[in-house]
């Protein structure tokens, strides 16, 4: 290889820190950190912007470390997740919460703290760590190559990561259920009955069941829904979404088609076409939350594209599936036997969509 020079040497200067940029970049690791040790709590219970000094005692960090947490919350200002803040009369650098902090604050009705670590738990990044040899074997996703079974078995056997991850889950449909009610209330019109398939520990299907008030169902798997106490309004019911769901005039699936394979999917819809209960005066629906790529406001946010590829990376690592765009869940529906659909782009990356009979 010739030796570089003039624009070709900086090319390559900027090329080489792009890669570096990809391997030492770890916002979610920095991310993880800052939640682990309660920083985000520490500066909402102080209510005021916090100093590195202020941040080490709060906190109980070895004073040692100061300047470890200057560097840690540096990389989190750079990654937008706190803020820093000039004080006086001491001229010292605070650091305060924005939105994105908001949200790792524990008693923030919409904390997303329990997906952070779910999602960076180490028993999900060994999987990240197989891709290269599940890509040359036969097995289905890299959970089974790290653990010789799928996710969904690994959960019912292990309740701590089991709980992690429903814990993660009912994280998500706080804000989604607080959007969904607000946003999309006339999608329940006319509803008096709903089953929430794969609706975990209920959290979503209660706010909606007391927003509209609704009979709500949430259908799980058994170890899932095991003893989880219902309401006047609410149930739970344990089952196998493949063989049958409980009747309803709507059924409703947040973010569980993903999971599944197109062939895998339309059995699921298919089930939940012959649970709808449709009259002549009232038409049963699918109510349905998951991404569809390139539908969100602004087609061209770059945030909204690289997180829609890197979850469809998950999903792909997780369950073998992927993310779909508008023309592939309208093939899913029409193959299901449904006549018709309508999308709602209002859930930031994700969709709400409305499929009928």
Excluded at 212 to 241: I, Q, R, W
Aim: aromatic share 8%; net charge negative; hydrophobic share 45%.
């Amino acid at each position: 290889m010739d030796c570089p020079t003039g624009e070709h040497t900086r090319e390559l200067l900027k090329a080489q820190a792009h890669v570096w940029n990809s391997v030492f970049n770890l916002t979610g690791m920095f991310l993880k950190c800052a939640v682990q040790l309660n920083i985000p709590d520490a500066i909402h219970k102080r209510g005021q912007p916090m100093t590195v000094s202020e941040l080490v005692a709060a906190l109980q960090i070895q004073p040692t470390k100061s300047g470890c947490v200057h560097r840690l919350m540096r990389v989190l200002v750079h990654s937008g997740f706190f803020e820093e803040r000039r004080l006086e009369p001491s001229d010292q650098i605070g650091y305060a919460l924005n939105h994105a902090s908001e949200l790792l604050v524990k008693d923030s009705p919409f904390n997303s703290a329990a997906m952070v670590l779910a999602m960076l738990d180490p028993r999900v990044m060994k999987a990240y760590d197989c891709l290269s040899a599940w890509f040359l074997n036969n097995d289905r996703t890299t959970f089974e190559t790290a653990y010789g079974m799928k996710v969904w078995e690994y959960t019912a056997q292990d309740p701590k990561f089991n709980q992690l991850f429903n814990d993660a889950m009912a994280s998500d449909s706080r804000l989604l259920a607080t959007v969904v009610i607000n946003e999309c209330a006339g999608v329940f019109e006319g509803i008096n009955s709903l089953v929430d398939v794969g609706g975990g520990t209920g959290l979503m299907a209660k706010a909606i069941a007391d927003a509209f008030t609704l009979e709500c169902t949430v259908f799980d798997l058994p170890h899932v829904v095991a003893d989880l106490p219902g309401s006047n309004n609410m149930k739970y019911v344990g089952g196998d979404m493949f063989k049958g769901i409980p009747p309803a005039d709507a059924i409703m699936l947040k973010m569980v088609l993903h999971d599944w394979n197109d062939e895998e999917c339309i059995k699921i819809l298919k089930q939940c076409k012959s649970a709808i209960s449709s009259t002549k005066d009232k038409v049963g629906k699918v109510i349905i939350v998951e991404t569809v790529m390139k539908n969100h406001d602004n087609a061209k946010d770059e945030k909204f594209m690289e997180l829609e590829l890197a979850v469809d990376i998950a999903m792909m690592m997780a369950h073998a599936p992927r993310e779909r765009n508008e023309k592939e869940w309208a093939k899913l529906f029409f193959d299901a036997g449904f006549g018709g659909y309508k999308m709602y782009p209002v859930l930031g990356f994700r969709s709400l969509i409305e499929v009928y009979p």
